[in-house]
């Protein structure tokens, strides 16, 4: 091409349409004047008739365009918490979010673990301070419990004691023979003595 | 809706209204769906292309700054899935002219289908002459209707480039169907 003022790259662009407004004006005022730029402007011109598909353009299966629409509407659908997790494929979801999502789930899951396990273990701890206490409380009554024994073993064996002191003093009146005018009273004596070992027996079974 | 432009309707979109999207979709069905079907000769093959785009579109759309254009970013993502579709070994070397079938944009009789047929065979045979990256200029351009601009931030090439590859796609096509019967 010879021309100085314009090349074929603004001429193609004239062609297309794409060139400014006043400058595409100044081309087509050119191309009245410029036989080497008229040629390739109308080589342009033909070979677009000639590349002219009637049958384009052509367009794609109406299956197509609704999976397309139904998966736009998709996205734009506010998504609920489960998807929000598990990611489905047209879901641009952050991957951050996801990862935070199921961070704090597993931290929610964590902490209600614990407490559950926690809340097991008290009651395992008081069961078995009751336990403990039950067994201290039991200690102290049986100790009061044979306390209470001794005490009256003891009595029981001073009692005894007396009763055993007392039957010899009446052998030996016996033996001395002054124990006849006497014996009504060491009798009675004895016999009280008796009536009171038979209490504390008595006394001392109940326990 | 017809007012709106591109990245208005994606905003809505990302603003959660899906009117947006399927405004987007209905513009760009029929231009984006013919590029890829261009790309690969393979009608099911471009449907499922087409799908993915979209769905990756879905995916990303919160990854789309704002003051971006979207058309370019559409097509971008498109020409990657061909390219992949490509390395894969899923795009045919030869055209199957009965897969390359399309809704007709004016039907008016066998005798017209028959016609339009067979121009469509020597474009088709006439395109094969390119190089990649002047096919994929020229059908952006021709039959996507994006702008050289448009093509340059969608290819990832200087606009000069893009206007080189189309001149060079021009006259290798002129070359091919000037000289046909």
């Not at chain 1, 790259?9 to 407004?21: R, S, T, V």
């Not at chain 1, 080589?43 to 794609?60: G, Q």
Request: net charge negative; proline share 3%; aromatic share 8%.
């Amino acid at each position: 091409m010879s021309c100085r003022k314009y090349d074929e790259n603004q001429i193609l662009l004239f062609a297309y349409g794409e060139l400014e407004p006043d400058e595409a004006e100044r081309l087509k005022a050119h191309l009245d004047e410029c036989a080497d730029c008229r040629s390739v402007f109308d080589e342009i011109k033909s070979t677009r008739l000639l590349v002219n598909d009637p049958d384009m353009p052509a367009s794609p299966s109406s299956v197509t365009v609704a999976r397309l629409t139904s998966e736009a509407r998709k996205r734009v659908r506010r998504p609920g918490l489960l998807e929000r997790l598990v990611v489905p494929r047209f879901y641009p979801v952050p991957r951050l979010a996801r990862a935070t999502a199921a961070a704090l789930l597993l931290a929610v899951g964590i902490s209600i673990f614990m407490v559950w396990h926690e809340s097991d273990e008290q009651s395992l701890v008081y069961d078995m301070e009751t336990f403990t206490e039950l067994i201290a409380k039991l200690s102290e009554d049986e100790s009061l419990i044979l306390a209470e024994t001794d005490e009256y073993e003891s009595g029981a064996q001073d009692a005894l004691a007396s009763l055993t002191s007392i039957e010899k003093e009446f052998e030996q009146l016996a033996f001395n023979g002054e124990a006849d005018g006497e014996k009504e009273s060491w009798e009675e004596d004895w016999d009280e003595l008796v009536n009171e070992f038979h209490q504390l027996d008595e006394y001392f079974q109940t326990l | 809706m017809m007012n709106f432009s591109d990245e208005e309707l994606f905003e809505e979109f990302k603003n959660g209204r899906a009117h947006g999207f399927e405004e987007l979709l209905n513009r760009y069905k029929r231009p984006l769906f013919s590029v890829i079907l261009k790309r690969v000769r393979d009608r099911q093959l471009a449907e499922d292309l087409f799908q993915e785009t979209f769905m990756r579109v879905i995916e990303h759309a919160d990854k789309f700054k704002e003051g971006r254009k979207f058309s370019p970013w559409l097509y971008r993502i498109a020409l990657n899935l061909c390219i992949d579709a490509h390395r894969k070994g899923l795009v045919r070397s030869e055209v199957r002219m009965d897969e390359m079938s399309a809704e007709p944009a004016v039907c008016s009789g066998t005798e017209k289908k028959l016609e339009n047929k067979e121009i469509r065979k020597r474009i088709e045979a006439a395109l094969e002459v390119l190089t990649e990256d002047q096919r994929e200029v020229f059908i952006m351009r021709e039959y996507a209707g994006l702008s050289f601009k448009e093509i340059a931030l969608a290819t990832e090439s200087p606009l000069n480039t893009v206007l080189g590859r189309m001149h060079s796609a021009l006259k290798k096509l002129r070359a091919q169907l000037g000289s046909a019967p």
